[in-house]
Structures are given as C-alpha cells and as structure tokens.
C-alpha cells in the first residue's frame, strides 16, 4: 500500500510539470488577453477572463522555464510594455503576473456574414528553396500551421470561415522575417498574391489569379472602403496614399476612435498611411511613438497604435498652421540685382509663382492654404533654372518649411526679364514666334518643349529651309529642341552629327546645324503612322503578324533593387500613370498600346530619392534594356538582346537540354521541363 500510495504521488508530480496556469493582472480598458510562448509554438492563444482586469488559462505541457508574454489582441502589435512604454524581455513562469500597460489596446472586431469557401493562391519568390508552410487564422480564432497544395507555381489553401488572415513562410517554424511575409489579414475573398522578397519581411502584391499583372481590387466596380480605429483623444483623421496622390485627406467619423472613408479607384496593392491631422507631423508611429511604421497596404479594419502628434482643429493655433483661417506669408530678403523672384512648394504644388515686390531686396505672397510643414524653395525666375543655392553657389539646399522671413544666399542663375513691363511676370499673355532656319532636304520641321509639354508638334514652313510657329502662353527662358520628324530619333545634332545639342532658350532666329535623321514624311503613306516600313500602325512589328499591338519594354532591374518593381508610364503628350511590371523570369514587362512610351522605372511605389529609379526613358519600338546604377544617381540603361538571359551560364547535365523562350532560360532532362531555378514547369 505503501508503494501504491508513493506512485500515485509521483504521478501527480509529474503530471504537475506539463501542466502550468498562468495568471495576470492587466491594466483597466483591456478588452481581451492573449499568451504567447514556447508553450504554444507562439501562437497568440487567448485567455479566460476572471474579471475586467485579471485573465487565467492553464497550459497542459507548459513548464517553468518555458518564455512567454502577453498581448492584449491576437498579434504582436498589442504586445505588452513596462510603464515607460519601453520594450521588456521574455518572462519566465510566475504564478502571478502584472502588465504594466500595452503597446495597443485591442479591440475585438465582430465578424459577420456567413462562412464560405476562400481560396488564397500564391507564386513564391525563387530564393524561396525551403518547405513552404503557412500560418493560418480564422479572424478572431486562434491559428495553425498548415502546408499549402502545390498546384503549377501556385502554393494554394482553402479555408471555409467569414474572414481569413495568412503568413506565407520559406520552412517549419519562424526563421526571420526574410523567411516569412507580412501578415496578409482579412481576407473575405478568393485572391491570388506574387510574394516579392526583400531586405525585410516579404511583401504580398495582389494579382490576377490568371498570371497578369493588373492588381487585383478585391470589390471591383465599386472601390475600397477604409476602416481604422483611432486612439482615444484623436480629433480627426486623414488618409494619404497611392489613391489620392499621397494627398492628406480627411475621412468620416463614426465615433470618437473610427473614421472610415471610400475610394472608387483604389487597389489593395496601393500604400498609405493615417495622420490625425492633414500634414505628416501628425503622421502614425509605432507604438512606442517614435519608430515609423511603413507604409500599409489594405485591410478591410486598420489599427493606429500612436500619433507623431494629435492635430486639434478646432485650437486656436495648432503645430501646422499659426494663422488658422488666414494663411501664411511668405517674405523674402533676396541678393542685390535680384529681378524678379518666385516661390514654389507643397502649397502651389510646386509650380513657379511670381511674388510680389516690396522694395529691390524684398518679396512677399500670402497663400490661405499653407500650413507651416509645407515644404517650398524660391526661385529668381520661373523655372528651377534659377533656384536658390547655398551660399558656395554650388550646393542645393534643401527644402524650406515655414519661416516669417527668409534669406536667400545667392541664386543659380539671375533671370532678367525682357520685353515685359513687368518683372514679376516675364510675358503675361504675350506672343512668341519661333523662328528656324534648317539643313537643305529637310522635309518637315517640328518643335518640342515646355511650352508645348515636350510633345513634337509641327510648324509652318515658310521655305525650303525656313519654318515658323507661335506660341502666346511662352517664355523666354522655357526649354526646347528641333526634330525633323515627330519623335527624337530625329532630334537636332551639332555640326559633328554625333554630339548632342543642349535645351535652347529663346532667340528670335534659331539655326540647326544638322539632324540626327531626315524625316520623310512623304514616303508613308499613312501619317498617323511615324514608321513608314510598316503598313499596320497596330502593329509595330512588321515582321511579327501575331503581335498584338502593343509596345513592349523588358528591363533587367540593378540586383540592389529589393523592393517592389513599379513604373511611372506615359504615352508622349498624354497623361501618366503608376503600373506594376509584369515580372518573367529575370525580365520586369511593361507592354501598352502606343506609339511612343515613355517610362521610369522605381524601385519601390513611390518616388522616394533619385537613387529609387531610372532617367526618363522614351521608346518607339519594342525594347529589351539592362538597368545599372553607381552612387546615389538616377539609374541608367543599356540596350541588350532580348534572348539573352542573366542564367545562361547554368551547369547542365550532358543529356539536358536548354532553350531559351521569351526571354527565360527553359532545361529539358529525362523528359521533364525545369525552368533556371530548377522548379518543374507545368
């Protein structure tokens, strides 16, 4: 008996050792708590709740020494503080916990709507060579690891809930945030995503779920709505992205912590960030009010976790504007000889308007807009020409924000207005002809430049060797060029027909030394068509009878580039527009229906710093370019074959074959087809 009553009590021990309760004392406002730990592979798992401020859960397989913290929701952003709100380490078992305050207070989102069958489809990066696993969570629910079905290049799950939430990951476990993607959250239906790998965690892009490139927008037709709960104290919130020019705009309030606002041509791929106030003073933080956050990309209900500031509307000043309701003036104390001065900035969205002059030193302009973070430099004349210099002459400044009186050091240049009576506006309505004088054989003379928006617009021939147009909304000092024909293949030269010429400013008679190329226009029989050789102006491939009609430009990004792929593109003289390259193989595609292309290539959505793109590029036929980039400088391009391929130098088998087509390396062995990174093609 003895015996007996011995082992019943070491089973007791030993069943006590793999099964621990946690208890916690939260601070008052908690809506809900969550554990996260060795004990539960770091699931966020949630918590009984005793009362408003104590939670409970017992752990079977938990013991003393396994590390754990709380959370006030299902995610780390909730994660729990010291008093200070500063990070603390991981905990060891205590029977009695105390969180002194949360990185955010979560509050409980309430589901609706009847589950259903969701399907999430994604292609993963190629450096992606592990296991692929995902984590997955029923909003609300707790989560598991699960191994997605390979079908193709897709890896695909199917879930059957309301709202789901997925982390794509490169193996078991969690390896570091380049091993897994940032949470993909409130997915409510059936999406396909291109995992795009960078310096940081991975980034889900949106796309057709047919291999295009357009991004997806989850409610088509009908916009995305934008739903974010604010922290207590906020009075009014902003939104700035993609959608609306990266422009402050101030969304509905529902109560005192959600505002909510729609956007007919929003995408779920386009970034953006809240501000509690309409300058990016007020812009989000992380909670420790200090960190940036980046930039989001959509889901359906968004949590600010702090304000940079809390911009107060109805203050009689505020951090933006000292002059609510009045507006802001500029003042100016210029260089000596100074002629006319202008101001551009954030407030006139950066065009060049003249000042009004006080006395020879001094200018002045009052703007009802301006908020005092607006950022805006001056300028001696109307073009960046003539910007302001730092006092060597030599180096830029930066940009200004508000001050109530300003100096100038010196100008880059001093503009000098002519014919005009007035300096502060150089030709107010006047005329300016423009007068040339050609090579012989020219056949047709066109004008491109900022007074026709760099668009090759033909002028009037007055002879063999003369031609003439005029412009009434021109200035002296705006840039142009010459082109025997309508594009720049046919640009002015200087007398060696090799150097380029530099922009002209305005003369009253101007002389081409020689052209690039004559233009023949006679020999075409359809002028809206610039390529004579091809009868078909819809197809720019001649020799291609199955092309579509459409420009295609495939670029080979600087392998620094981590960031996603995207594009500033233009129609010459149209509008432009933001677009996301098709990505094949080694190849980012851009294909539109055009005559002429314009395109800059950006590594990442936005315009970021000159070291983030590419020069401007223009092509009037379909084009296969190599980027490179040195320094902090523009990148810029060379022209490579377009069968070439970064991969062609892969050790093969004896008996593998490879073959390149459009443009990516293919390997044939035993019967099956691989592409360069070895994955089997379907």
Not at 180 to 201: L, M, N, P, R
């Amino acid at each position: 008996m003895k015996k007996l009553l011995s082992l019943f009590v070491a089973l007791v021990c030993v069943m006590s050792m793999y099964a621990l309760q946690y208890n916690v004392t939260v601070p008052a406002g908690t809506n809900a708590c969550y554990i996260a730990g060795e004990m539960t592979n770091w699931s966020h798992t949630e918590m009984t709740k005793v009362d408003a401020t104590h939670y409970t859960i017992t752990i079977d397989g938990a013991n003393a020494s396994m590390k754990y913290k709380y959370c006030s929701g299902p995610g780390w952003s909730y994660v729990e503080k010291d008093a200070s709100g500063g990070e603390i380490g991981d905990r060891t078992y205590s029977e009695n916990d105390v969180v002194a305050t949360w990185a955010a207070v979560y509050v409980p989102v309430i589901i609706t709507g009847d589950p259903k069958d969701i399907t999430v489809k994604a292609k993963m990066p190629a450096t992606w060579t592990n296991t692929i696993t995902a984590w997955v969570w029923e909003t609300g629910k707790e989560g598991t690891e699960i191994v997605p079905t390979k079908e193709g290049d897709w890896y695909v799950y199917t879930k059957h809930c309301v709202e789901m939430n997925i982390i794509f990951k490169n193996g078991t476990g969690w390896n570091g945030d380049a091993n897994q993607t940032s949470d993909i959250e409130h997915i409510t239906e059936s999406t396909c995503y291109q995992i795009v790998a960078g310096a940081g965690k991975a980034n889900p892009v949106v796309i057709d779920c047919e291999g295009g490139d357009t991004p997806d927008n989850p409610n088509p037709g009908t916009g995305l709505t934008y739903s974010v709960t604010v922290p207590a104290g906020t009075k009014a919130c902003y939104i700035a992205g993609e959608m609306n020019e990266w422009t402050q705009t101030a969304m509905t309030k529902v109560d005192e912590t959600h505002y909510t606002i729609t956007y007919d041509n929003a995408t779920s791929s386009m970034k953006y960030k809240y501000c509690s106030g309409p300058s990016w003073d007020y812009v989000e933080m992380q909670a420790d009010g200090v960190t940036d956050i980046q930039d989001r990309t959509y889901a359906t209900y968004d949590i600010v976790a702090k304000w940079k500031a809390v911009y107060d509307p109805n203050g009689s000043t505020t951090p933006d504007n000292p002059n609510p309701g009045t507006g802001l003036t500029y003042s100016v104390t210029v260089p000596v000889g100074t002629n006319a001065c202008y101001i551009a900035g954030e407030m006139n969205e950066w065009t060049q308007t003249a000042m009004t002059k006080v006395d020879e030193t001094h200018y002045t302009i009052t703007y009802d807009n301006a908020t005092s973070s607006m950022k805006y430099k001056y300028c001696s004349g109307p073009s960046w020409d003539y910007v302001e210099m730092q006092a060597d002459g030599v180096t830029d400044i930066q940009d200004r924000t508000y001050s109530a009186n300003d100096v100038v050091a010196v100008w880059k240049a001093v503009y000098t207005p002519t014919d005009t009576p007035n300096p502060d506006d150089p030709n107010p309505g006047k005329e300016l002809t423009y007068n040339v004088t050609v090579p012989a054989g020219t056949k047709a003379c066109y004008i491109a430049g900022e007074m026709n928006k760099w668009t090759h617009v033909a002028m009037t021939k007055v002879d063999e060797t003369h031609y003439t147009i005029t412009y009434t909304n021109a200035t002296e000092a705006m840039k142009y060029k010459y082109c025997s024909g309508p594009s720049w293949d046919y640009v002015e030269m200087q007398a060696d027909g090799v150097t380029d010429i530099q922009e002209r400013t305005y003369a009253a008679n101007d002389v081409v030394a020689v052209w690039k190329a004559v233009y023949v226009p006679e020999d075409n029989p359809n002028p809206d068509n610039p390529n004579p050789d091809n009868p078909n102006p819809d197809n720019p491939n001649p020799d291609d009878p199955n092309d579509d009609g459409k420009l295609v430009v495939k670029a080979k990004m600087p392998s620094h580039w981590t960031y996603i792929i995207s594009a500033w593109v233009w129609e010459t003289g149209g509008e432009g527009r933001l677009a996301f390259p098709t990505q094949e193989g080694n190849w980012y595609v851009i294909r539109e229906a055009c005559t002429e292309l314009n395109v800059v290539f950006r590594n990442g959505a936005d315009w970021s710093t000159d070291a983030n793109k590419t020069v401007d590029m223009k092509f009037s036929k379909s084009t296969c370019i190599e980027l490179s980039q040195t320094g902090a400088n523009k990148a810029t391009y060379t022209v490579v074959d377009c069968e070439t391929t970064d991969l062609e130098d892969v050790t093969l088998k004896e008996d593998a074959i490879k073959f390149i087509q459009d443009g990516q390396l293919y390997i044939l062995h035993n019967g099956v087809l691989y592409n360069a990174y070895g994955q089997i093609v379907k």
